[in-house]
């Protein structure tokens, strides 16, 4: 079968760094992308990953190990408003997305 | 950036009746159009995919004949919930595919509430 993991909750402190972490196992691999919702709200589109390495986009880089089928998400200089759930989503080798179910992030002060 | 719009974005129907959804892609072309449900702190949960100009595939375990999907043009994808229950309050998210790409761009999401 299909499966995407992801912490359910994480932690972290205003200002600081955080690591989101996703393992997938999925028939093909055609890219993993990286959302943020807010509650209530739809998702929107963090990053897209679909050979290894490091995708830096502002406070936000996106990893990607396609020989380990692991992704993190890294957060940086957190603020309050980062205060979310992550999706950790990878498209398949049918371009059908398999979504993690999510990490809920909360910011302290 | 691709935009895609939702209405209404928030309805409230009595049981029984049935609720209309639209998702528009504005300024692209979406041979793609996937309606997901989100019920409160759950993940996305796939619905169905729509192709323009062909029948929905529907995902393991949604009934094709109380959610109807229709998707007649490349720019509008609609969802019609039919003899709604309260157990079908919830959030419903489309989103679409361009015809170039595999990202898909998310709608704002339509919340209802069956009373």
Redesign the interface.
Known sequence: GQNIDQPTEMTATEGAIVQINCTYQTSGFNGLFWYQQHAGEAPTFLSYNVLDGLEEKGRFSSFLSRSKGYSYLLLKELQMKDSASYLCAVLDSNYQLIWGAGTKLIIKP | GAVVSQHPSRVICKSGTSVKIECRSLDFQATTM?WYRQFPK???M?MA?SNEGSKATYEQGVEKDKFLINHASLTLSTLTVTSAHPEDSS?Y?CSA?DLRG????????T?LTVT
């Open positions: 996937f759950q993940s996305l796939l995919t959030f998210i595919r595999s990202e898909q761009y998310f709608g704002p999401g919340r």
